[in-house]
């Protein structure tokens, strides 16, 4: 783990100045993470030692920064190379705003129970910083990203159907909890026989892949979208109806089709969707239920064993039920 003394040192090289206020940002964050201030301002900066993905979030945010209208941090400097430091770091301006998602927010307030006004505006304007991502950035090919030299490069460019099942199967169904052990040739079974929906994506961009609120600062409209480690050369549609999937979650159809239709509809407004979207967004949508799966030790946890017992049940329900009405 790096210490706050060489947190310290580096922040003093890098701002080219004194380092005051540094304190540690609160517990929850997948990477050390610090606030600080100097004369010119406040900041954050995040470090991480062992995960590769981190070495595509200051590029991202680089790019962004000079390409894209898009609500984000402003990058002070980021490092991922190792040759001065033995970890890989971000500096990125702070930017205000709230957490307002309902499950990893205990203490703050929760998106279900704003005002209507409040909902609906944090809607449009989520789904207006989505589509101008979508919109904004292009790239040659689907893929991956490494990032050693401190550019985005493909691991390896290719088609949106080699790079989905590589999401799929590779990334999440091979790494399914034991409990979730007989699903893995359901998925494969269920993905192998419907790619075909999604045979013909074109124009590669950049996507987000966690586009919820906890990845978000808001007041009444979003301030930033940060944490952008898992951001990848994608299908436009498969972060939409992923965000869709995880920012509007209510306990009545009825509601959850209301605020659905609000978030699409700002995002349409700048960003087209083409002929078949509906189908596409039932693929994703079932598929949404694997990443689940995938990640359930790591929310579920500090739960007890019957309230996990119950939540397993019921996401395992939910894949299936997705699966057989597709």
């Known amino acids: 783990m790096v210490s706050k003394s060489e947190v310290r040192d580096l922040l003093s090289e890098v701002m080219d100045g004194q380092v005051k206020n540094l304190e540690e940002a609160p517990v929850g964050r997948a990477h050390s993470t610090?606030?600080?201030?100097t004369k010119r301002g406040r900041y954050v900066v995040k470090l991480s030692e062992e995960d590769v993905r981190f070495q595509v979030?200051?590029?991202?945010?680089?790019?962004?920064n000079k390409s894209a209208d898009v609500a984000i941090p402003g990058v002070v400097d980021f490092d991922n190379t190792r040759t001065e430091y033995d970890f890989?770091?971000?500096?990125?301006?702070?930017?205000p705003g709230e957490n307002v998602d309902n499950w990893e927010n205990p203490e703050g307030p929760k998106f279900n129970y704003l005002s209507s006004y409040r909902k609906k505006s944090l809607l449009s304007s989520a789904g207006r910083?989505?589509?101008?991502?979508?919109?904004?950035?292009?790239?040659?090919?689907?893929?991956?990203?490494?990032?050693?030299?401190?550019?985005?490069?493909?691991?390896?460019?290719?088609?949106?159907?080699?790079?989905?099942?590589?999401?799929?199967?590779?990334?999440?169904?091979?790494?399914?909890?034991?409990r979730f052990e007989d699903l893995k040739p359901v998925v494969k079974e269920f993905l192998e026989e419907n790619i075909d929906v999604i045979r013909d994506a074109s124009n590669p961009?950049?996507?987000?892949?966690?586009?919820r609120w906890p990845n978000m600062l808001v007041d009444d409209e979003v301030n930033a979208v940060i944490d952008w480690e898992r951001a990848l050369a994608g299908h436009h549609e498969y972060d939409l109806f992923k965000a869709e999937e995880s920012l509007i979650n209510f306990k009545t159809k009825k509601a959850s089709e209301k605020y659905r239709a609000r978030f699409l509809n700002s995002y349409r407004e700048i960003m087209e969707l083409s002929d078949g979207w509906k189908e596409r967004r039932q693929f994703y949508r079932a598929l949404r239920s694997v990443e689940s799966l995938w990640t359930f030790e790591g929310w579920t946890k500090g739960f007890n064993n019957e309230k996990k017992g119950a939540m397993a049940n019921w996401h395992r329900e939910r894949l299936l039920d997705r699966i057989s009405s597709f």
């Not at 610090?34 to 201030?37: A, D, E, K, M, R």
């Not at 691991?155 to 990334?171: A, D, M, P, V």
């Not at 961009?205 to 586009?211: A, G, K, Y």
Request: a negative charge; proline letters at 3%; hydrophobic letters at 40%.
């Open 34 to 37: 610090y606030f600080f201030s």
């Open 88 to 95: 890989m770091y971000v500096v990125s301006e702070f930017v």
């Open 129 to 178: 910083e989505l589509a101008k991502l979508h919109k904004q950035t292009e790239f040659d090919d689907f893929g991956h990203f490494k990032s050693e030299n401190n550019k985005l490069e493909f691991r390896q460019g290719g088609s949106w159907e080699e790079t989905f099942r590589k999401i799929i199967l590779e990334e999440q169904v091979s790494n399914f909890p034991e």
């Open 205 to 211: 961009c950049l996507i987000h892949q966690d586009f």
């Open 57 to 64: 979030e200051g590029p991202a945010l680089s790019l962004l």
